[in-house]
Structure formats: C-alpha cells, structure tokens
C-alpha cells in the first residue's frame, strides 16, 4: 500500500471515529436527559393527581358539615375541631401541590437542553455534508485528504462548542424539595 | 408595612409558586423575569429581600448578584438563590459573588417561608 493511500485511510479512519464519538456520547446525553424528563413527569402527575384528590376530599367534607350547620344542627367538639383543621390540611396539599408543580421548571430546561442537543447534532451533520460537497470523484488523493483534514477540525470545533454550551444544571430525580444552605 | 420581596426567574410558573406562597405569609412581591429585569426592578424600588435563579436568558443570578452588590442600598441586602443547581462549585460561586443562601430546587413552600423569616424576619 502506498504512503499516500495510507494517509487517506487514516483520515478517513479519524474521521468516521469522530463522527460516531460526537454521535454517541451526545445521543446518550439526549436520552439520560429524556428518561430523567420521563421520570420527572410521572412523579408530578402521581403527586398532583394525589394532593387534587386530598383538597378534593377535604373540601367535600368541610362542606357536608357547612350543610349541618346550615340545616340547623350544633355541631360537636369533635366536628367544630375537625372543621379548624381542615383549613390546615388543604394548606398542607396545596403545599405540596406547589412543590410537585415545579416539575415544569425542571422539564422544560432538561427539554431546551435536549432541543439545543438536536440542532447542534443537525448542524454537525450539515457541516459533514458541505464539506462533503467538495470532494469530487476527480478530485485526487492530496485534495481528499486536505478536506478531510479541514472536515475533522471543524467538526472537533464544533463538537467542543456544543459539550461547553450544555452543561447539565438538573440533577434531580425526583420532585423532592431541596437542601437549603444559608451562608 | 408588608416587606418587600424581589423574585427573579425566567420561569413564569416558578414565579408564580415563589408569588403565591410568599404573599400567603403576608410579603410584597415584585417579579422579574431575568436577570437584567431583576437588575432594572431593584434600581427603580429598594427591596427587602432578593430571590433569584440562576440559569435564565439575558443575565443569570451570579451576574445579577454581582451587579446588586455594586449597587448603592444593595451592599446588604440579603440574596437567596433559588435553582436547579445543587452542586458545590455553584455554591461557593455564588457565596463568593455575595449570596446569602442557596436553596435547591423544588422548594417546599413552607421551608422558604421560614428561610425567608430567618433572614429578614
């Protein structure tokens, strides 16, 4: 085999590596981030559909004994107890309803993420494409490899940029509150 | 008088759940929607209290903070984050960018409340 022939396959060789590193590695990032997205929403809609079905429940029951009340009946300790700490127990549910609602502040940045992902991949097909455009089948060995070269840098450039831009910043699993610190 | 609370984050939902939860303990809270609103907000009415995220378009928290912290009335204003971030190299970011407080995303409504009471009462 020539020296030429060498290089051209060398090139040739880095280059579809390349292309199938940057491929990988970020696909793998697309899905964790989907899976974590999957798993955030099923636990907001689990919890959600819980703290609606609580305060529905509380509500029912604070108006059955409105209803007493207003059919004339004293209420018992028991009940004029009961209806004090009704207010506290919807509190509590909607509490909680506002801390699985934050689910959209967390999908919505894993799903940009995602999204920015997909358009840097679509661009760094594009790039492998145009570069492609200027290899003729009369172009010869020297040439070729020259655009190889040319191709494989912009392409680690571009693969640079688009690892830098998308740092991970949910780390969550779960809609559980968060540690505070004060400094 | 009710305190006045500064709520800066790019999420209109968020905004809306850091709004609801403070004004039920009886605090004033004005919106921003990142960190350069933050930023206009706090020079047109001195605020109590700062809440900001730290990832959104335009100016994230730290920027923000730092940008506070140059203001005059604002070299004491206590600074909360509140974001997604949870590790430590954002932490020591923003305490050495002047935060007070960092509070991991999801907040529980109750917590807050009672960070923000510890902190300007």
Same mark, same amino acid.
């Given at each position: 085999?020539?020296?030429?022939?060498?290089?051209?396959?060398?090139?040739?060789?880095?280059?579809?590596?390349?292309?199938?590193?940057?491929?990988?590695?970020?696909?793998?990032?697309?899905?964790?981030?989907?899976?974590?997205?999957?798993?955030?929403?099923?636990?907001?809609?689990?919890?959600?559909?819980?703290?609606?079905?609580?305060?529905?429940?509380?509500?029912?029951? *604070?108006?059955?004994?409105?209803?007493?009340?207003?059919?004339?009946?004293?209420?018992?300790?028991?009940?004029?107890?009961?209806?004090?700490?009704?207010?506290?127990?919807?509190?509590?549910?909607?509490?909680?309803?506002?801390?699985?609602?934050?689910?959209?502040?967390?999908?919505?940045?894993?799903?940009?993420?995602?999204?920015? *992902?997909?358009?840097?991949?679509?661009?760094?097909?594009?790039?492998?494409?145009?570069?492609?455009?200027?290899?003729?089948?009369?172009?010869?060995?020297?040439?070729?490899?020259?655009?190889?070269?040319?191709?494989?840098?912009?392409?680690?450039?571009?693969?640079?940029?688009?690892?830098?831009?998308?740092?991970?910043?949910?780390?969550?699993?779960?809609?559980?509150?968060?540690?505070?610190?004060?400094? | 008088?009710?305190?006045?609370?500064?709520?800066?984050?790019?999420?209109?939902?968020?905004?809306?759940?850091?709004?609801?939860?403070?004004?039920?303990?009886?605090?004033?809270?004005?919106?921003?929607?990142?960190?350069?609103?933050?930023?206009?907000?706090?020079?047109?009415?001195?605020?109590?209290?700062?809440?900001?995220?730290?990832?959104?378009?335009?100016?994230?928290?730290?920027?923000?903070?730092?940008?506070?912290?140059?203001?005059?009335?604002?070299?004491?204003?206590?600074?909360?984050?509140?974001?997604?971030?949870?590790?430590?190299?954002?932490?020591?970011?923003?305490?050495?960018?002047?935060?007070?407080?960092?509070?991991?995303?999801?907040?529980?409504?109750?917590?807050?409340?009672?960070?923000?009471?510890?902190?300007?009462?």
């Amino acid at each position: 085999m020539t020296t030429r022939k060498k290089i051209l396959g060398s090139h040739v060789k880095r280059l579809l590596s390349g292309v199938s590193d940057h491929g990988r590695r970020h696909l793998s990032e697309v899905e964790t981030d989907l899976v974590q997205t999957t798993l955030l929403l099923e636990e907001a809609v689990e919890k959600l559909t819980s703290s609606f079905m609580a305060i529905h429940h509380v509500v029912d029951s *604070r108006q059955e004994a409105i209803n007493r009340l207003l059919a004339g009946q004293a209420p018992t300790a028991e009940e004029s107890a009961c209806l004090t700490g009704m207010s506290g127990e919807i509190a509590g549910h909607v509490n909680a309803a506002v801390t699985s609602m934050q689910f959209q502040d967390m999908t919505s940045q894993l799903l940009d993420r995602t999204l920015r *992902r997909v358009t840097g991949l679509r661009d760094f097909l594009t790039t492998l494409s145009e570069h492609g455009d200027g290899i003729l089948p009369e172009s010869d060995g020297d040439e070729i490899v020259e655009r190889l070269g040319k191709v494989s840098m912009a392409l680690a450039i571009q693969s640079l940029e688009l690892r830098s831009m998308l740092r991970k910043s949910v780390e969550q699993r779960h809609l559980e509150s968060g540690d505070v610190e004060l400094f | 008088m009710a305190k006045t609370i500064l709520a800066v984050d790019d999420s209109s939902s968020l905004r809306q759940m850091v709004a609801f939860s403070l004004k039920a303990a009886g605090y004033q809270v004005v919106e921003a929607v990142d960190g350069q609103d933050g930023l206009e907000k706090a020079k047109l009415q001195t605020v109590d209290l700062v809440l900001t995220d730290q990832n959104m378009p335009k100016m994230d928290g730290l920027t923000l903070i730092k940008s506070l912290r140059g203001l005059p009335g604002y070299q004491k204003t206590p600074i909360l984050m509140l974001t997604t971030e949870s590790s430590e190299d954002m932490k020591t970011k923003g305490r050495a960018a002047g935060a007070n407080g960092w509070l991991v995303k999801p907040f529980d409504p109750q917590r807050l409340i009672e960070v923000v009471k510890k902190v300007i009462g």
